[in-house]
């Protein structure tokens, strides 16, 4: 696996575990619609949580969650849309942004709520 990949399951792995410590249930972790992929599906009390979630080793290039261009929004929306479709639950649904920075032995996580919404 290369290492882009490693660096990717850890983020995910932190960004669980956050979910968790603040109270989500984690519903599916990388769940597939054709090609598309949803990181995260959570939910809390009031929401379905659609988070990608971004990891990078350095911010030099700009914060991990400037690179969830609009492109894959839309891929996350029409993944999120097969998903809702099969699921049983009235909540609303988010769309988060799960920002990790790994550096030096240490993480930096950045939960972005309600980061971008749906364009019709």
């Given at each position: 696996?290369?290492?882009?990949?490693?660096?990717?399951?850890?983020?995910?792995?932190?960004?669980?575990?956050y979910?968790?410590?603040?109270?989500?249930?984690?519903?599916?972790?990388n769940?597939?619609?054709?090609?598309?992929?949803?990181?995260?599906?959570?939910?809390?009390?009031?929401?379905?949580?659609i988070?990608?979630?971004?990891?990078r080793?350095?911010?030099?290039?700009?914060?991990?969650?400037?690179?969830?261009?609009?492109?894959?929004?839309?891929?996350m929306?029409?993944?999120a849309?097969?998903?809702?479709?099969q699921s049983d639950?009235?909540?609303?649904?988010?769309?988060?942004?799960i920002?990790?920075?790994?550096?030096?032995?240490?993480?930096?996580?950045?939960?972005?709520?309600d980061?971008?919404?749906?364009?019709?």
């Amino acid at each position: 696996m290369a290492e882009h990949n490693d660096i990717g399951k850890i983020g995910e792995g932190l960004a669980r575990d956050y979910l968790k410590k603040n109270g989500y249930q984690i519903l599916e972790v990388n769940w597939q619609f054709r090609k598309d992929e949803i990181d995260i599906i959570a939910e809390n009390e009031e929401y379905i949580v659609i988070a990608e979630v971004k990891t990078r080793t350095t911010n030099y290039w700009g914060e991990p969650e400037v690179f969830v261009n609009k492109q894959k929004q839309r891929l996350m929306v029409r993944a999120a849309n097969a998903y809702l479709e099969q699921s049983d639950s009235d909540k609303e649904v988010r769309f988060d942004i799960i920002a990790v920075l790994l550096a030096r032995g240490r993480h930096k996580i950045h939960h972005i709520d309600d980061a971008f919404y749906p364009l019709i």
